[in-house]
């Protein structure tokens, strides 16, 4: 079952993969549906310590890892990350008790 109409907007992400022989970061691009929520709410990360978020993304899978960067629209002809792009800092899944539903949430 398709459930794209609960992802209307798209992010542009920038994973990084390796360094080239300056020592500058080199990066995979990727455009991602998702739904983009700004919102800026306290939570607790991976190490207890109380942070505060930018936003938060939902997407339908495991697209995102921590440390990539991403950006609110399509920025795919871009090789390295835009001015004004957040990186995600924690992610969190988690599924019904069935089992038949598991949603991806990402904090920036």
Excluded: F
């Amino acid at each position: 079952m398709a459930r794209d109409y609960q992802l209307p907007h798209i992010i542009t992400r920038w994973r990084p993969i390796s360094t080239d022989m300056y020592g500058k970061s080199t990066y995979s691009v990727a455009v991602v549906r998702c739904r983009y929520q700004h919102t800026e709410r306290q939570y607790v990360n991976e190490h207890g310590t109380h942070s505060r978020s930018r936003a938060y993304i939902y997407t339908k899978g495991n697209d995102l890892k921590n440390g990539d960067v991403v950006i609110q629209g399509d920025y795919s002809d871009s090789p390295e990350p835009v001015e004004g792009a957040y990186t995600v800092k924690s992610t969190r899944i988690t599924q019904n008790q069935k089992g038949t539903r598991t949603e991806y949430r990402y904090i920036l």
